[in-house]
């Protein structure tokens, strides 16, 4: 007698496309800034993932947003905003493993590149490029839901 029963699916994280959902960079202090620019400014840096899912079966939008502002004193030097998302069709994983594959796997390869797209802005803005440090999106993905627990 043989076995009917069907293997069970493979992991399988396959990523469908990616791309630049917005993307904003003011520069309020031009031209003057330039000239006057004695120091680097303090930079701030906020990072937020988040996921959704689609209408086809396994596939979630995962978005990354990054606010990169540089103030110098009280004055705002240049303030980049950018969304950074990407389709990936994620099957065949246990269900407890979903969420942190779409809110730390996933940014952990996206992040490479919409670091690129903050660097070249801001360069190409007349500043030196703008290379956010790796993020540890482990301890982001705790942040995330240690905030949500306090809020229930």
């Known amino acids: 007698m043989s076995d009917q ?4 699916a493979e992991p399988n994280l396959m990523l469908r496309m990616q791309y630049l959902k917005d993307l904003s960079f003011e520069n309020p202090l031009s031209p003057e800034i330039y000239s ?3 120091r680097s400014p303090d930079v701030s840096v906020n990072i937020d993932v988040t996921a959704r899912p689609l209408a086809a079966a396994d596939d979630f939008e995962i978005v990354l947003a990054i606010t990169a502002s540089a103030k110098l004193e009280d004055k705002t030097v240049f303030v980049i905003e950018l969304t950074y998302g990407a ?4 099957a065949g994983f246990p269900k407890e493993n979903l969420q942190p594959i779409l809110l730390i796997e996933i940014p952990r390869l996206m992040f490479p590149f919409a670091r690129n797209i903050v660097a ?6 007349g500043f030196p490029p ?3 440090h790796p993020v540890d999106f482990v301890a982001l993905y705790r942040q995330k839901f240690e905030v949500a627990a ?3």
């Open 87 to 90: 389709v990936f069709q994620v």
């Open 5 to 8: 029963t069907a293997p069970s």
């Open 150 to 152: 306090g809020q229930a």
């Open 36 to 38: 006057t620019l004695a």
């Open 130 to 132: 703008l290379l956010i």
């Open 120 to 125: 070249d802005v801001t360069r190409d803005s």
